[in-house]
């Protein structure tokens, strides 16, 4: 800065001060009403874009990847996936297909439900994809099996299923169609958890060891849904993810042996929300505690700590003020510009209040000791401002828009901190 720079700025902060002292009451009087404007406007108006795919450009080549991606699969994309399992298939799809249905039925908070993989198309041709060796042995499995399918076809109850094992058992041929252990002894354990009182489901396809069911994959299902996102909240499916526990749970109430989990890519940013938020306030207050004791350590003044926690606030809400101006929202990463302006839009005060309490000290009246503090410190604290604004202006080019947004609300803060000051 040239002589003649800091000169002008010497005078105009020395006019400021003088103006400041001598309208005190109406600066006072201006400050409560332009922070209550900015409190309510900011209040009214401003948003939080809680949707991180928008924090980066949309130029990059990973976003056009992923926007191909949503377009050639929509039905997939921004969707929450419940997996379901069970200790037999048929479990699994009655869980599953009850928890599509709850879901569906609320149009508030979910677009659409599906299970990928119980479609029509699939029921009518899925046997095409299976390998050769899968398939052969597939159709080797259910024609031993066709005497005990036919009859049960047509004879679709218990009683049919004990009247054509009786037929197999009493079979002098020891050339069974089809081994019966596997049978027997489900339906031994199903007799033994009756008499026990305990539930126990006799799986079809396991005994038939249809599609390989006997593997864990055959006993998951994913019911795939989509839920009405809010992003101007912090978090927006809070309410659907809530929804879709509480039905998980009641499904497994009714059903201890199914085990429902929450899982995709929109599952787990409401959780990071949930943590953000949570983190956000509690470093906020953390922050703000640790400035209070630096404060009272430094100053050792009640009312010179007040004056500068006031400020710090005031500075606060006249900052949101500015992002709600300048940006509209906040975003996952630019919520922290509170943190940010509690550690370092109050040096500016603390800087002051020392002076302030070194010229008191040597016996200079309240007026003469503001007016000295600000000539000696006025241009340092501008240039200080000044130049850590730079560094966070510095974030604006960048094509990661969360931080772009950052470095815009956090920069102009450190001017309205040294202005409140």
């Given at each position: 800065m040239s002589n003649r720079s800091a000169v002008l700025l010497d005078k105009f902060l020395c006019l400021w001060s003088a103006q400041v002292l001598r309208f005190s009451w109406l600066v006072i009087l201006l400050f409560i009403i332009t922070c209550a404007a900015s409190l309510q406007y900011t209040i009214q108006n401003l948003?939080?874009?809680t949707d991180t795919s928008t924090l980066l450009s949309q130029d990059l080549?990973?976003?056009?990847?992923r926007s191909r991606w949503e377009h050639a699969f929509p039905q997939d994309a921004a969707t929450i996936q419940l997996v379901v399992e069970s200790p037999s298939a048929e479990q699994t799809a009655i869980a599953a297909n009850l928890l599509?249905?709850?879901?569906?039925?609320?149009k508030q908070l979910f677009e659409y439900v599906y299970i990928p993989d119980d479609n029509a198309f699939l029921k009518q041709q899925g046997l095409l994809y299976l390998d050769i060796d899968k398939l052969d042995t597939l159709s080797t499995t259910l024609?031993?099996?066709q005497p005990f399918i036919g009859h049960l076809a047509q004879n679709y109850h218990l009683q049919?299923?004990?009247?054509?094992?009786?037929?197999a058992l009493d079979n002098t041929d020891d050339a069974l169609p089809t081994d019966l252990n596997p049978l027997l002894e489900q339906i031994d354990q199903s007799l033994v958890a009756v008499q026990a009182k305990q539930e126990h489901f006799l799986s079809?396809?396991?005994l038939l060891a249809v599609n390989d069911s006997t593997e864990r994959n055959a006993l998951l299902s994913v019911v795939s849904a989509r839920p009405i996102a809010d992003f101007n909240s912090m978090k927006p499916v809070e309410q659907a993810m809530n929804y879709a526990r509480e039905v998980s749970n009641e499904i497994q109430a009714k059903?201890?042996?199914v085990s429902i989990r929450i899982t995709g890519k929109i599952a787990l940013e409401e959780d990071e929300m949930r943590v953000l938020a949570e983190d956000t306030v509690y470093s906020g207050l953390f922050a703000l505690a640790l400035v209070v004791i630096v404060l009272f350590i430094g100053l050792r003044s009640v009312k010179l700590v007040l004056c500068t926690l006031i400020a710090l606030i005031l500075g606060l809400i006249l900052t949101a003020g500015f992002a709600t101006i300048a940006v509209g929202h906040l975003n996952v990463l630019s919520v922290a510009f509170a943190i940010l302006y509690i550690g370092l839009g109050v040096d500016f005060a603390i800087h002051i209040c020392l002076c302030f309490r070194e010229c008191w000290e040597h016996h200079l009246t309240s007026e003469e000791a503001i007016k000295k503090s600000v000539k000696i410190l006025g241009s340092s604290l501008f240039l200080c401002a000044l130049t850590t604004s730079i560094g966070f202006f510095a974030f604006i080019p960048t094509d990661y828009e969360g931080v772009s947004e950052l470095g815009l609300i956090s920069g102009g803060g450190m001017f309205v901190g040294l202005i409140v000051s």
């Open positions: 948003g939080v874009n080549p990973f976003q056009k990847n599509a249905k709850r879901l569906a039925e609320n024609a031993d099996a049919g299923l004990l009247e054509i094992l009786g037929k079809w396809q396991k059903d201890a042996q």
